[in-house]
T-cell receptor, first 110, second 111 residues
Framework: DGGITQSPKYLFRKEGQNVTLSCEQNLNHDAMYWYRQDPGQGLRLIYYSQIVNDFQKGDIAEGYSVSREKKESFPLTVTSAQKNPTAFYLC?????????FGEGSRLTVL | AQSVSQHNHHVILSEAASLELGCNYSYGGTVNLFWYVQYPGQHLQLLLKYFSGDPLVKGIKGFEAEFIKSKFSFNLRKPSVQWSDTAEYFCAVNDNNDMRFGAGTRLTVKP
């Protein structure tokens, strides 16, 4: 089936550790996105990538890093520099002008 | 980059009341506009979208939205809400593949 696969679904991390969230798509979409969803703040854009080997910062890129080495993959690393990393993270790709979302990854920092 | 403003943080209505949720984006140009809904405990679902043409767009579940270019607005409406419309509603703007969301409006419909 075509879609967006995010893993892991739940992740726990100790403070000071980096963690990488995986996002893979088989929709052949060029553009991919990472959002963070917190209660009362909607979806805030972290990074997006329109083509391989290129990406742009969103509103809250500090403390995060991404790579886009393959069209299908857009992993997000939450670094120890991110002050408040506990959140729900959504990956998406864009086709025909609209977003297709993954199921999300919930990160909890202990 | 665009910013998206949703005027109401929390709206409380009784069943059968009419609904209008405001959404404004920050500047003009060719944009695509969206409303998403998130029911409690569920994922985002697309309600409706505007790409071009008739500025009054109809979506699922009886919702509609009007694009007013001169006001940079895309307000969501429903003539008569139901208890099942209780959810959070998000407006979004796509400007050249840069897709931004508003902070959301929580709608509570009292039976």
């Amino acid at each position: 089936d075509g879609g967006i696969t995010q893993s892991p679904k739940y992740l726990f991390r100790k403070e000071g550790q980096n963690v990488t969230l995986s996002c893979e798509q088989n929709l052949n979409h060029d553009a991919m996105y990472w959002y963070r969803q917190d209660p009362g703040q909607g979806l805030r854009l972290i990074y997006y990538s329109q083509i391989v080997n290129d990406f742009q910062k969103g509103d809250i890129a500090e403390g995060y890093s991404v790579s886009r080495e393959k069209k299908e993959s857009f992993p997000l690393t939450v670094t120890s520099a991110q002050k408040n990393p506990t959140a729900f993270y959504l990956c998406a790709s864009m086709g025909t002008g609209e977003l297709f979302f993954g199921e999300g990854s919930r990160l909890t920092v202990l | 980059a665009q910013s998206v403003s949703q005027h109401n943080h929390h709206v409380i209505l009784s069943e059968a009341a009419s609904l209008e949720l405001g959404c404004n984006y920050s500047y003009g140009g060719t944009v695509n506009l969206f409303w998403y809904v998130q029911y409690p405990g569920q994922h985002l679902q697309l309600l409706l979208k505007y790409f071009s043409g008739d500025p009054l767009v109809k979506g699922i579940k009886g919702f509609e939205a009007e694009f007013i270019k001169s006001k940079f607005s895309f307000n969501l409406r429903k003539p008569s809400v139901q208890w099942s419309d209780t959810a959070e509603y998000f407006c979004a703007v796509n400007d050249n593949n840069d897709m931004r969301f508003g902070a959301g409006t929580r709608l509570t419909v009292k039976p």
